[in-house]
């Protein structure tokens, strides 16, 4: 059985991969051009593929019958794998679901905080020399404790980032979701996601990307949202209809927006960066030694299990 990991991991997973598997792991950080994919599909029995790594219906169409059996991906969203291509070319794909709950739950927070108190504006004014003191009035911002914020998606992320805002902050929690969830604590559900906008002062984006949730933030939720909201998204960057964000921004029909994924990654429009009332983060949500490692042991275990021929523990 040979294994190919598609990117660096952390040293652990690296030195587990080596001991237990035949196992190239790839040097770039980049994502796999589509002559390595091919390759990957041809000369592997088993790849770990991550973020950005376009396993396509096209890819597949090109070796419809490839000797790898099973994409075994570093993350919990695999819209960058066509799963129903994969499974016609007798491709089995797994994730990597609870080892990320946590640390993007707390990016979340680290948006909705850093955006409502314009961290990030106020730390650039500090490095830039030009801070004069403080005063009473100085860079005032959102008062976040007590407040009311809206969940979209209150699956386990969702349902994380509503803890932290609730028994952390004293917030208000409404959330919107395919159906009525079961949680410790009050939490208003409302199945319409406009209505929802409109009723909250932060609009927190917790759902998994694909077709489905494409540009399910766009104008119109944006348009119902207040005029003092703030949008924070830590889901996948084409949930948010970008063009549609940047023009609620420009024109105050919203107040800011706390970002960590964009919807044409790594690219990062003018626009957003030029704002001092939007905090741009580089895709942390993971970003922990502790979680990075458990995200790979949890890809290395479906491998584990598919080369003992063991019924795969996180198939999607």
Same mark, same amino acid.
């Not at 051009?33 to 597949?60: N, W, Y």
């Not at 009035?137 to 699956?155: A, C, E, N, P, S």
């Not at 800011?256 to 949500?285: I, K, S, W």
């Not at 922990?288 to 021929?309: I, K, P, S």
């Given at each position: ?35 390595? &994919? ?9 790849? +770990?593929? #991550? ?5 396509? %219906?096209?890819?597949?169409? @090109? ?26 070319? =007798? ?24 955006? *409502?108190?314009?961290? =990030?504006? /106020? ?5 830039? =020399? ?18 009311? +914020? ?11 980032? *509503? ?7 004293? &917030?208000?929690?409404?959330? @919107? ?47 119902? &949202?207040?005029?003092?909201? !703030?949008?924070?998204? !830590?889901?996948? /960057?084409? +949930? ?9 921004? %420009?024109?105050?029909?919203?107040? /800011?927006?706390?970002?960590? $994924? ?5 690219? $990062? ?5 030029? &704002? @001092? ?15 990075? #490692? ?14 003992? =021929? ?7």
């Amino acid at each position: 059985m040979k294994l190919l990991i598609a990117r660096p991991m952390t040293s652990a997973v690296e030195a587990r991969a080596r001991a237990e598997f035949d196992v190239e792991i790839r040097s770039s950080t980049q994502p796999l051009s589509q002559e390595e &994919m091919l390759r990957a599909l041809t000369d592997f029995d088993v790849v +770990v593929p #991550t973020l950005g790594d376009q396993f396509s %219906q096209h890819v597949f169409a @090109q070796v419809p019958v490839p000797r790898c059996k099973l994409l075994a991906n570093f993350g919990v969203g695999y819209n960058h794998i066509d799963v129903k291509a994969a499974h016609v070319a =007798g491709v089995a794909v797994t994730n990597t679901p609870g080892a990320v709950t946590d640390a993007t739950a707390d990016i979340a927070m680290t948006l909705l905080l850093s955006t *409502a108190r314009r961290a =990030g504006e /106020g730390e650039r004014l500090v490095r830039s =020399g030009e801070w004069q003191g403080w005063h009473p009035t100085q860079m005032l911002g959102y008062h976040v404790t007590d407040k009311r +914020v809206g969940i979209v998606g209150m699956g386990r992320i969702g349902q994380a980032i *509503a803890r932290r805002c609730h028994l952390g902050f004293g &917030m208000n929690v409404a959330y @919107q979701s395919r159906s009525p969830k079961d949680v410790e604590f009050t939490a208003q559900y409302i199945p319409n996601l406009s209505e929802l906008a409109a009723s909250v002062d932060f609009l927190v984006v917790a759902v998994p990307g694909g077709a489905e949730t494409r540009h399910l933030i766009d104008a119109q939720v944006l348009a119902a &949202m207040n005029t003092s909201g !703030i949008l924070i998204n !830590i889901a996948r /960057g084409e +949930v948010v209809d970008e063009a549609a964000l940047i023009a609620a921004l %420009q024109t105050g029909q919203i107040a /800011g927006a706390g970002l960590d $994924v964009y919807e044409f990654e790594p690219a $990062v429009p003018q626009a957003l960066r030029d &704002m @001092q009332n939007v905090t741009l983060l580089p895709h942390l949500g993971t970003a922990t030694e502790e979680v990075r #490692t458990d995200m790979g042991h949890m890809a290395l275990d479906n491998v584990a299990a598919f080369v003992a =021929g063991h019924p795969l523990p996180n198939p999607v």
